[in-house]
């Protein structure tokens, strides 16, 4: 979002996202150096490493514009989770990590007590829950983008809120990735945000389970290099054993093609190596992703169909 964005929906942003005490937003805030994916991680660590106890952690919201108007103005935006860390003896906010994307450009951080104000900052940084964005602006928009998550997995529909502390975070999953998804997540190939990598994952038929309380930090990360396949026998991926299970609501039509194609294997994961898998399953990962975006292109095309019947007196 850029300043301007910001100015037009500055009642509507601050009304939401904060408490009348929080500290003012900051509307050029710095990327860091640290990975994306990782902003609580990069705090903690931070944190840790902190001996004189001169900094603390501010959570709050990164803002991003999802809608513009024929203007070029604001007309829907998304407030992801945030955090920054706060020298307290000169009050001056620092980024730990990089924009999406390799975007160098200045952003706009709404520091906000309300950010899932029922977890602690232990907790927060623990990377045991998926943390919800909120979607603000236009109602008519705000509706729209919210009813294509119907589509999406039971977690993915969760994530997305319109107010903060709608619903608590919740738990996050552990995946068990097929054999050279990570590479492929990691390529240029994909162009499905890092965001939606639970629901792509749960989209393209990989069994999950609720991640324990003692799980390795590893299991929470939710980007490419902390994916790992696990030495199973491959009939474990298309017939999991509890506590394993799949979403079959919100499987894709390829799904089948790629459970079929295990089920034809008699090895183990371990047996071919990592570098050799790719070319084995990247066809069959881009044609999950068309799909995917399909998907959430023909919710979008019925969302405009039904807007305009209604602008139109044509809807019944």
Sequence with gaps: MTKDEFTGMKRNILALLRHKDDAAPRCRMAPGE?????????AKAFLDADRDAMYKMV???????????????????????????????????ACLVKNPHELSDEFIFVPSSLMHKELSDEELCSGRFMLCDVIGGDIS???????????????EKRRLTTRPGQIPGPPAVYIRYFPG??????SSQR?????????????????????GANEPPECYRSNSRSMTVEAIEVSELTHPNDPF??????????VSTLHEFYDMMSFTLTDIPPDEQLPLYEKIYNALQNEYWCRLKCIGKRNEAESDARVHGQWK
Aim: aromatic share 14%; glycine share 8%; proline share 5%.
């Design 191 to 211: 162009t499905i945000p890092d965001s939606l990598l639970t629901d792509v994952a749960l989209s393209f038929g990989m069994p999950f389970r609720p991640n």
């Design 59 to 93: 959570r709050g919201y990164k803002l991003f514009t999802l809608a513009r108007d024929g203007n070029g103005g604001c007309t829907c935006y998304v407030a992801k989770p945030h955090a920054v860390i706060e020298n307290v003896e000169t009050g001056r906010f």
């Design 245 to 254: 299970e799949f979403e079959r609501e919100v499987w894709l039509p390829s």
């Design 181 to 186: 998804f990570a590479e492929w997540f990691g």
């Design 141 to 155: 928009v705000v509706a729209d983008i919210a009813s294509i998550s119907s589509c999406m997995s039971r977690f």
């Design 34 to 42: 640290a990975s994306a994916e990782s902003v609580f991680f990069a």
